[in-house]
């Protein structure tokens, strides 16, 4: 079993919708939380962060983490096509702060 | 600033030659990360340094694979010899010390390499 379980999608839904993305994890060490995204043939690019549980809003982005269920969570309202990219939730804790583990990924589509 | 820089942007080679990958992080950042990706197994990290010391490169996954910082504007990942199953994005990425708070990682657009 994966130490992060994200699944890979593919997620395709209309402009304007709600858009949920999630990530499971095993590693109860972990105490930072992120979102990346990625477009493609790019880097992965921070969207994202946040420290043990709790919500964080960021203008049409809003992260979750529920810590207890090892659950997080990033919903995008009002989608518009240019969000269409890959999702990346990473972790890390402990010592290891530097050591991000990543999810697969979840290739998402917002189409017009 | 430019970012991470990585060159080349894509390889190709052939079996048993030698690739060397180049990185040069941002400025002040003092992590350097090498990651590589794959449809099958997603972002892997394979090294890391601090202060141009290797802290942890257990994920580097054999001897072929090599990686120096000698200094802290620049980094290799060296494979030799090469195969087809290295086939992948290898992406750099660097950052500010973690007492920082929001040190994200800032990641180079990585070096497509294909081994035929």
């Known amino acids: 079993q994966k130490e992060v379980e994200q699944d890979p999608g593919p997620l395709s839904v209309p402009e304007g919708a709600i858009v949920s993305l999630n990530c499971t994890y095993s590693?109860?060490?972990?105490?930072?939380f992120m979102w990346y995204r990625q477009y493609s043939r790019k880097g992965p690019e921070l969207l994202m962060y946040t420290y043990s549980s709790g919500n964080k809003e960021d203008g049409r982005f809003t992260a979750q983490v529920d810590k207890s269920s090892k659950y997080i969570s990033l919903f995008i309202r009002d989608s518009q096509p240019s969000d269409s990219a890959t999702y990346l939730c990473?972790?890390?804790?402990?010592?290891?702060?530097?050591?991000?583990?990543f999810g697969q990924g979840t290739i998402l589509t917002v189409h017009p | 600033d430019a970012g991470v820089i990585q060159s080349p942007r894509h390889e190709v080679t052939e079996m048993g030659q030698e690739v060397t990958l180049r990185c040069k992080p941002i400025?002040?950042?003092?992590?350097l990360f090498w990651y590589r990706q794959t449809m099958m197994r997603g972002l892997e990290l394979l090294i890391y340094f601090n202060n141009n010391v290797p802290i942890d490169d257990s994920g580097m996954p054999e001897d072929r694979f090599s990686a120096k910082m000698p200094n802290a504007s620049f980094s290799t990942l060296k494979i030799q010899p090469s195969e087809p199953r290295d086939s992948a994005v290898y992406f750099c990425?660097?950052?500010?010390?973690?007492?920082?708070?929001?040190?994200?990682?800032?990641f180079g657009n990585g070096t497509r390499l294909t081994v035929t």
């Open positions: 400025s002040g950042h003092d992590y």
């Open positions: 990425a660097s950052s500010l010390p973690p007492s920082s708070y929001n040190s994200p990682l800032h």
């Open positions: 990473a972790m890390s804790g402990g010592t290891s702060y530097g050591k991000l583990t």
């Open positions: 590693n109860s060490a972990f105490q930072y």
